[in-house]
């Protein structure tokens, strides 16, 4: 049983985000793969905060490194801490296209930090990006889903289609929106204008619009047509970052962006973020030419978090395991839908994943939001989390696994999901 709101909370704090209605569910405490709910309940976790908690809840090693830091050296920031410079070394260790990083606090922050140095190092001022995709709450790549600020799309998908008449003008001059894996629209995009256009932004795996895999030599594509205009390739890596693999979606393509952004993953649940890229491209945020301000920016605690959360990633053969897990899932997954002839099926690329109910293959967001039953995934949605299995409600999300995921935790859920598929 859920209750509405936790007794002792103050129900005129109605601002605060409440959850997914009507199951406003409120955590209590996480462990490893698990969390328990104010009631007592517990679900396998594959929300994992959004994705960072990649570690599990609670990481021993990354917590114990907060603990200290505090206890130890309080809550520096401001002025540099050596532990920044640390940080940033195994971040370019890790990831081949990173030659220099800063950091910050949260994705949105990375994001808008790259949009704008691309901008400056490039001088020029449009920026494409593609439907479907989130980059963070900066009004430049954001899209909101108030009706007043957008032109119709489809009401139930979390980011309707920014484009048309509907776009404000202070962003259609700075903007330009294409459906993903399409090569032609980028190239005529470019024919078209490329000589304003700084960078080219994206996932290299679609996650938010439930994660959609680049089709083969697409990234390959954007790649080549991004360095023959002279413009920017800021790979988006704040969910794929050191989850796909250390060295993110990036590392598992091959792709050599200009610039990254990373977060999430980064910090083992804690706020911390990193701009990387090109060292002559970044030259002009170390020479302060473009600014990338922060009260909290590289503060010592979430740095600490970060260290220890790498520490632990960098262990070799973990992410074969991983993956290993994951297709464990995935098979089982596949075979309970064909069990129950459900037109669906599994997309994923090893811890993020989601299942699309659609009787189409869904290569973009134009597919998804003409393909994609809401309604079917809601059952199903629902269907797990009253046997305590959480995830996100949105079919355009995806569920996150972590290292604490074990065998009997994937089992578990396995045994949870065919019978949820038998309501489907
Ligand atoms: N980029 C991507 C790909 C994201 O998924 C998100 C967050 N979901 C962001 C940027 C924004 O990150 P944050 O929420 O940390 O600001």
Redesign the pocket.
């Known amino acids: 049983a859920r209750k509405i709101i936790p007794s002792g909370v103050n129900s005129t704090a109605r601002a605060v985000w409440s959850g997914w209605d009507p199951y406003p569910l409120f955590v209590d405490h996480g462990t490893g793969s698990r969390l328990t709910d104010v009631d007592g309940n517990e679900y396998i976790d594959y929300l994992l905060g959004?994705g960072p908690m990649i570690l599990g809840h609670r990481p021993p090693k990354v917590t114990k490194a907060v603990v200290d830091f505090i206890e130890k050296r309080g809550t520096v920031f401001a002025l540099p801490v050596a532990d920044e410079l640390t940080l940033s070394n195994k971040i370019i260790n890790a990831i081949p296209a990173v030659e220099q990083v800063r950091l910050c606090n949260?994705?949105?922050e990375a994001?808008l930090y790259a949009v704008r140095l691309a901008r400056a190092y490039t001088g020029r001022k449009k920026l494409v990006r593609f439907e479907g995709m989130?980059?963070?709450?900066s009004d430049g790549v954001y899209w909101s889903k108030h009706p007043g600020l957008n032109v119709a799309g489809p009401d139930k998908a979390p980011m309707p289609i920014p484009q048309g008449p509907g776009m404000p003008a202070h962003l259609a001059d700075s903007l330009i929106i294409l459906p993903w894996n399409d090569v032609d629209a980028l190239r005529e995009a470019f024919a078209r204008e490329g000589q304003d256009i700084a960078a080219v932004i994206t996932?290299a795996v679609m996650?938010?619009t439930g994660c959609i895999l680049p089709e083969p030599g697409y990234l390959e594509a954007v790649r080549e047509i991004t360095a023959k205009n002279g413009a920017l390739l800021i790979c988006?890596e704040?969910?794929t970052g050191f989850r796909l693999s250390l060295a993110g979606a990036q590392g598992y393509y091959g792709l050599e962006p200009d610039l990254s952004t990373y977060?999430?993953g980064l910090g083992g649940g804690f706020p911390v973020?990193a701009l990387g890229g090109r060292k002559d491209v970044m030259a002009l945020v170390a020479d302060g030419t473009v600014s990338m301000a922060g009260t909290y920016s590289a503060n010592g605690i979430a740095v600490s978090a970060a260290n220890a959360a790498l520490d632990e990633l960098a262990a070799p053969g973990l992410y074969d395991g991983l993956y290993e897990r994951c297709q464990q899932l995935y098979d089982g997954l596949e075979k309970i839908i064909a069990d129950n002839k459900v037109d669906a099926y599994v997309t994923g690329l090893g811890p993020v994943l989601q299942v699309w109910f659609a009787d189409q293959p869904i290569r973009n967001y134009r597919d998804a939001a003409r393909y994609a039953r809401h309604d079917l995934f809601r059952i199903w949605w629902e269907e797990m989390l009253e046997r305590g299995v959480l995830f996100h409600p949105g079919a355009f999300e995806n569920l996150f696994v972590s290292f604490a995921h074990s065998k009997d935790d994937i089992a578990q859920t396995l045994s949870v999901a065919a019978e949820a598929m038998r309501a489907v």
Do not use: Q, S
């Open positions: 959004l949260t994705g949105t994001v989130y980059h963070g709450f996932e996650c938010n988006d704040v969910i977060a999430k973020a």
